[in-house]
């Protein structure tokens, strides 16, 4: 019932910046929290940013605080995720992810729809 349409993802230097979307659409779930996710090779799904729909209310992992701005448009039902002062260690596949309820949260295991991601390559 719900669909996430990521894109934006690619190659860049460090230093650099990358804006990534990710489109929403469906009946029932459209509305509640939404959050993006990365994984890097080796290594566990990690939280990056959340939005509430209800309120725009936003949080970050804190290895991304002040270089990321997650930010929402109703109109569109599009998520953002501002991407700046990338490094090396941002590279990972990034996941755009809904949830089905209205509470936020930062556990992948509490968003039930998924996109199906979208590589973020940062060059040294």
């Known amino acids: 019932q719900v669909q996430l349409v990521e894109s934006g993802g690619g190659l860049v230097q460090a230093g650099g910046s990358l804006r990534l979307s990710c489109a929403a659409s469906g009946r029932t779930f459209v509305g509640y929290p939404m959050g993006w996710f990365r994984q890097a090779p080796g290594k566990e799904r990690e939280f990056v940013a959340a939005i509430r729909w209800s309120d725009a209310s936003t949080s970050y992992a804190d290895s991304v605080k002040g270089r990321f701005t997650i930010s929402r448009d109703n109109a569109k039902n599009t998520v953002y995720l501002q991407m700046n002062s990338l490094n090396p260690e941002d590279t990972a596949v990034y996941y755009c992810?809904?949830?089905?309820?209205?509470?936020?949260?930062?556990?992948?295991?509490?968003?039930?729809?998924w996109g199906q991601g979208t590589q973020v390559t940062v060059s040294s």
């Open positions: 992810a809904a949830r089905n309820a209205p509470l936020m949260e930062l556990d992948a295991n509490d968003y039930a729809y």
